[in-house]
């Protein structure tokens, strides 16, 4: 059974007071008063400013968390908003931006390292630091094999041709100074980011 | 960008998204922001309506710019030059130029070397050979103190004036309607609503993107617009420029830090193998002005070279070793770009490769040459927050990705990284904006950060380097590394480090301390040339100084009405919205136009709306240009030897074009395609001929959707669930295709199927006499994800790039269409 009641009749009913309220506890709420359920959604969330991931407006984004930073909780972004502060976007986002939660939480987000050994076809689950240490000896043995410290000319020229590297233009400022530090560093020329696309 | 730079001083947006509003006219050209950039599009439709704005929008297709926009018309892929340069021959033959703009703050005074010339479609200086010039010709006469001889009155024939003007004389407005496919009467109807922007206080922003960018001229495309806007003095106001309206959220980050083949952070260039001689590599980038009493802002060079020397290697960088000089990896290509990289992959020259958030499967040119290169590794490792089809290249899915896992011997790992919602930092707009932004939740499972994986390896290495010794660690083991956590730096220590701090006392000439040991800077001209200060990018000085982090500031406030929030975020360089714009001022240091105020000279120094891009006590009585990067000090229509196919833009044909030969030059077969252009023998084998692929296809993107990462998430796939092409109606009654039906695009490099679009927005060209369709296809969609799996259009791309830049020609190619 459902009761529609509506918000004048509530009121009234409201006359008879205790009864009212236990209605409303029973789930007879009317209508307005469901719908103002909603806005009760995002009471006690965390906001957490961010810009958005996609395109190069860099429009204002407000991130909705469950969580309080407390040990044993763990956040959960269940909301996203446009910032209405911002005076790009002013509180817009575009298709794309307004749906970032279904990317954030993509059955497509990877969880684990894996290697996908020479020949197989499946992917194999494997440890943080097995996977580092690997990797990490693939580079040094190329790296030793074919690092050129003269080209053939007899410059000196301490470059590693044999291993390339794209870094991401969705990554931070901060992310992309660090990889420019070490990769560069490794004397890899074969470097690139999306700009180059 | 790489069109940008040589005609103003720097590769980068040059006004801002909310400066859009401030424009009278708009045009749209070589992008389709209301597509791709929606929010930001707001900024046209306020024009519109604050200004009475108009909207031009010219594109191959009727776009969703187009439907708002005041004129549209449709133009063949890769012709804009042609379309660019009738505007410039139109605007100096009819004298509808701004005099005193272009007199004083261009170059159409200076004097070009008697050797230069341009016949027959080819500059002075080629060899075929090589498909490279000698560009020892593409100079200025000197006078003997070795500045550039000038002629005022402009009447000399070797001008830049006069050569300008000769050169675009043969882009007739009949060459325009014959090569663009546009009537003329509707070439002519845009030229005189641009041209009324000539007037100082009117403007006409340009807005483009990969349009421009993604085609075998595409720099020079670029140089066009920003020639045009030189011309209608509308460079450096409000309202005005030219938008470089970038696809990604920190592609500008990731470019002035230098993450490309040949560059350092902040527009610094690597060496080249001949540069042996550090005091050399300085000499040639520390560009001394070309015009007396000029700023030319790179003669600082060194400053800020060896402060990232000190960011980079702290105590081991000295005077006595040249910072290390020796350490640097140096080029012997001009650029190790994809294409080239991923040319010498497919011949099995590479061992391993890395991908951080970056799926070149998808994402390069000729798919089926990348799954081959791919295939040929030792190991690739793929970071990604999502699962993506590089990853999984020797995986088969069938038709949309048909291999033999066995057959494939590279090792594959795949790392899971956050994204942007979980981790701290900055991102830099298209406007040059640095916006930082806070971690909100954790990543799922095991993910990490991109910086704790770089530096897991970098800390393995130097640990194999310690114990076993091995190829030139040097540079490896004395990487600064003095963070807090060293197993996981944060964001913001790497931030300081970028902005940079002075590692002595630094006293001003009058022995006042400026800074103290170890304190941040406060912009890039404290930096010292002597090992005093470090500073990872020297272009980012001032993104967080001893008043804390500049680009979290919130204050929206927008004194002048006119939308320059300095005090929101902060943008590069010294938070100057608006480049160039001693510009919006008369040479008097009055603004042009009461609309137009931006900064000006208030009798002492240069105040204003905006940050002044400029000395700001340098009076208007000196004389000093505007474009304080360039050597003279002046916008640059003469590109002199800057770009690698001539110092004029001139129109070459795509690699795949429908029409026969280059209608420029009819009777110069080398002058059909870019003269100067790099193509591998491998690729040019695999370009089609009008012939087999008769119709010209453009590729692009979709607002409901962003390149692959969207076909991942949900509510994205289900507003657009699957891979479809776009056709004309009228070629679809010739190949009898209805709306739906499934059709198969080929190319001489492959083929995709997809779902049929047939539609009034494209129309068929009527070009040199013969009729081209074109054929549009979105980029989305690959075989990963929760949308609708799909073939990846870029099976059918072309490997061949930019001659600057080594972009690949994604606009504009050639396929075939047929039912199945």
């Keep these: 059974m459902t009761l529609q009641v509506t918000r004048r009749q509530f009121f009234k009913l409201g006359a008879a007071g205790m009864a009212t309220s236990s209605m409303a506890m029973m789930g007879f709420a009317p209508d307005a008063a469901q719908a103002s359920i909603r806005h009760f959604k995002l009471t006690g969330a965390k906001i957490t400013r961010n810009i958005c991931t996609y395109c190069s407006v860099g429009c204002g984004m407000l991130l909705y968390s469950r969580g309080d930073g407390s040990i044993n909780s763990t956040d959960d972004i269940y909301h996203v908003e446009g910032d209405p502060d911002h005076p790009v976007s002013r509180g817009s986002l575009c298709p794309k931006g307004a749906g970032v939660l279904d990317f954030i939480k993509s059955e497509s987000r990877l969880s684990h390292p894996e290697v996908r050994e020479p020949g197989s076809s499946e992917w194999k689950r494997i440890s943080w630091d097995d996977a580092l240490d690997r990797i990490a000896r693939h580079m040094k043995d190329d790296r030793d094999a074919n690092f050129e410290t003269h080209d053939e000319n007899g410059n000196l020229v301490n470059r590693w041709l044999s291993t390339g590297f794209l870094a991401a233009s969705a990554t931070t400022n901060e992310t992309a100074y660090l990889t420019h530090k070490i990769v560069r560093n490794l004397g890899i020329l074969s470097f690139d980011n999306q700009a180059r696309v | ?820």
Excluded at chain 2, 55 to 76: F, H, K, Q, W
Aim: charge should be negative; aromatic fraction near 12%; include cysteine.
């Design chain 2, 1 to 820: 960008m790489a069109g940008l730079a040589p005609t103003y001083g720097r590769g980068a947006m040059t006004n801002h998204w909310v400066d859009i509003s401030n424009a009278n006219l708009v045009l749209s050209m070589g992008g389709n922001s209301a597509e791709a950039h929606p929010v930001g599009f707001r900024w046209v439709m306020e024009a519109k309506e604050k200004n009475n704005a108009k909207l031009i929008s010219i594109d191959p297709r009727y776009t969703r710019t187009g439907a708002v926009a005041d004129y549209e018309v449709n133009i063949r892929t890769g012709t804009d030059i042609v379309f660019l340069g009738g505007l410039i021959n139109f605007l100096l033959e009819t004298d509808q130029i701004q005099h005193e703009y272009v007199r004083a703050y261009t170059d159409v005074s200076l004097i070009v070397k008697e050797e230069f010339g341009f016949h027959d479609g080819l500059f002075t200086g080629y060899n075929p050979d090589e498909n490279t010039y000698d560009k020892s010709s593409w100079s200025y006469e000197f006078d003997d103190q070795g500045y550039v001889k000038r002629d005022d009155t402009l009447q000399h024939p070797r001008c830049v004036y006069q050569l300008m003007r000769q050169h675009y004389s043969r882009y007739t407005i009949d060459m325009v309607e014959n090569v663009c496919g546009i009537p003329s009467q509707n070439v002519q109807e845009v030229w005189n609503m641009i041209a009324e922007t000539a007037v100082p206080d009117k403007t006409m922003t340009i807005l483009y993107a990969l349009g421009w960018t993604q085609h075998s001229i595409g720099a020079q495309i670029i140089r066009t617009g920003a020639m045009v806007q030189l011309l209608l003095g509308n460079t450096g106001l409000p309202g005005g420029g030219v938008n470089a309206l970038r696809g990604h959220s920190n592609i500008q980050g990731l470019t002035d830090l230098g993450l490309l083949s040949n560059l350092l952070p902040g527009y610094m260039r690597l060496p080249s193998a001949e540069e042996q001689d550090y005091q050399g590599y300085i000499k040639k980038r520390a560009k001394q002005p070309l015009l007396p009493g000029e700023v030319s802002y790179w003669k600082f060079y060194e400053r800020f070279h060896v402060s990232l020397m000190k960011a980079w290697y702290g105590d081991a960088a000295q005077a006595d070793n040249n910072w290390c000089y020796d350490w640097l990896p140096k080029l012997t290509e001009p650029l190790y770009d994809v294409i080239y990289t991923f040319e010498r992959m497919h011949k099995g020259k590479l061992t391993g490769y890395f991908c951080q958030g970056f799926n070149p499967l998808a994402s390069f040119p000729d798919k089926n040459k990348t799954s081959e290169a791919l295939a040929k590794l030792k190991y690739l490792v793929v970071m990604d927050p999502l699962a993506v089809e590089t990853a999984e290249f020797w995986k088969n899915y069938g038709e949309l990705n048909d291999v033999d896992s066995s057959q494939i011997q590279t090792e594959v790992f795949r790392l899971p990284t956050t994204c942007f919602a979980e981790d701290d930092g900055s991102i830099v707009n298209s406007a040059r904006w640095l916006q930082w932004h806070w971690k909100a939740a954790p990543p799922p499972g095991e993910a990490r950060p991109d910086v704790s994986i770089m530096a897991g390896l970098l800390h393995r290495l130097q640990r194999m380097y310690r114990e076993e010794g091995g190829a030139f660690p040097d540079p490896i083991l004395n990487l600064t590394w003095q963070y807090s956590n060293p197993e996981d730096p944060g964001a913001e220590e790497l931030a300081m480090e970028y902005n940079g701090r002075a590692l002595t006392d630094i006293y001003d000439s009058n022995r006042n301390i400026r800074r103290r040991k170890g304190e941040l800077l406060d912009d890039f001209g404290m930096l010292q040339a002597d090992g005093s200060t470090s500073c990872g990018c020297w272009i980012y000085a001032g993104a967080w100084t001893e008043d804390g982090n500049q680009m979290a500031r919130r204050d929206n406030a927008d004194p002048f009405g006119i939308g320059m929030t300095l005090g929101w975020a902060w943008a590069w360089p010294m938070n100057r919205r608006i480049l160039y714009n001693r510009a919006a001022a008369r040479p008097d240091g009055t603004p042009w136009g009461p609309e137009k105020r931006l900064v000006w000279w208030n009798g002492h120094r240069w105040v204003g709306a905006d940050i002044p891009d400029f000395p700001d006590a340098s009076p208007p009585s000196a004389g000093v240009g505007p474009f304080i990067m360039n050597q003279e000090g002046v916008g640059h229509f003469f590109g002199g030897s800057m770009m690698m196919e001539g110092p004029f833009p001139e129109h070459y044909e795509p690699f795949e074009s429908p029409i026969v030969g280059n209608p420029l030059h009819p009777n110069n077969p080398q002058a059909v395609n870019n003269p100067a252009a790099r193509v591998f023998p491998d690729d040019r084998a695999r370009f089609g001929t009008a012939k087999e692929f008769p119709y010209a296809a453009t590729t692009y993107r979709l607002t409901e959707h962003f390149h692959f990462w969207t076909t991942h998430a949900k509510l994205n796939s289900i507003m657009q669930p699957q891979k479809f092409v776009e056709i004309g109606e009228s070629l679809a009654n010739e190949l009898g295709i209805k709306e739906g039906n499934k059709v198969r695009v080929s190319s001489k490099r492959g083929y995709i199927e997809a779902v049929a679009v047939v539609t009034k927005r494209i129309k068929p060209l009527q070009i040199t006499g013969q009729t081209v369709h074109q054929v549009g296809i979105p980029i989305h969609w690959g075989f990963k994800g929760v949308a609708k799996h799909g073939f990846l259009t870029n099976t059918l791309t072309p490997a061949v790039g930019d001659a600057n830049t080594q972009t690949p020609e994604f606009k504009s190619f050639l396929v075939n269409v047929e039912k199945i």
